[in-house]
């Protein structure tokens, strides 16, 4: 059973376009966090949220915690071709501690 | 943060055979954790390996097929035994923050299992 539904699955963009990547469960998380994966390395953490509603920016990225912490967006303004990766959200149910479920990710590709 | 070096980066197996997968952390660490990934699927838990103690095993995954070990506090290794093409995906380590709040990953290692 996947907890965390990613979508779209795929995207491809123009440099300069702007994109929102969703994710979305039917449980409550504690706290969700999103990772980039590019070919051939593990995933990085770009940020956790942990506040219902809360928003957070990381230059051109923007991450947004559903109120009721269940759902979660990335969006990303004026997208690069550095931005081209496997965004992949994780959340953690309380008390699993160390322990994140994670979704099938969104693989992103920013063309020049 | 915690660096990790992971091999082989990448394999290709012959069904049948075996693949062991070392994990070297730059630092002493409780927990370390080993995740399967698949094309188009989320990251799978297999199991969390624990220093002096038995592996434990995630839902789906058995010890005779995956078997760990962790000699010491900043190294694991993972074995996929009696290889199937099933088994072909990439497999990652990992170790949480001392907060229990992120996970670092290794660069992974591609299998293909012919």
């Known amino acids: 059973t996947q907890l965390l539904e990613q979508s779209p699955q795929f995207l491809s963009i123009q440099e300069g376009e702007n994109l929102t990547v969703y994710c979305n469960s039917s449980?409550?998380?504690?706290?969700l966090q999103w990772y980039r994966q590019e070919p051939g390395e593990g995933p990085v953490l770009l940020v956790t949220?942990?506040?219902?509603?809360e928003v957070k920016k990381l230059k051109r990225l923007t991450f947004q915690f559903g109120d009721a912490r269940k759902d979660s967006s990335l969006h990303i303004t004026a997208a690069q071709p550095g931005d081209t990766g496997l965004y992949l959200c994780?959340?953690?149910?309380?008390?699993?501690?160390?322990?994140?479920?994670f979704g099938a990710g969104t693989q992103v590709v920013v063309t020049p | 943060s915690a660096v990790i070096s992971q091999k082989p980066s990448r394999d290709i197996c012959q069904r049948g055979t075996s693949l062991t997968i070392q994990c070297q952390v730059d630092?002493?660490?409780?927990?370390m954790f080993w995740y399967r990934q698949q094309p188009g699927q989320s990251l799978t838990l297999i199991a969390t390996?624990?220093?002096?103690?038995?592996?434990?095993?995630e839902s789906g995954f058995v010890i005779d097929k995956f078997p760990i070990s962790r000699p010491n506090l900043t190294f694991s290794t993972l074995t996929v035994s009696n290889l199937s093409p099933e088994d072909s995906s990439i497999y990652l380590c990992?170790?949480?923050?001392?907060?229990?709040?992120?996970?670092?990953f290794g660069s992974g290692t591609q299998l293909s299992v012919l």
């Open positions: 390996a624990n220093q002096g103690s038995e592996a434990t095993y």
């Open positions: 449980s409550v998380f504690s706290s």
């Open positions: 949220v942990v506040t219902g509603g």
């Open positions: 994780a959340g953690r149910v309380a008390d699993s501690w160390g322990k994140l479920q």
């Open positions: 630092s002493q660490v409780t927990m």
């Open positions: 990992s170790v949480p923050d001392r907060g229990l709040e992120k996970l670092f």
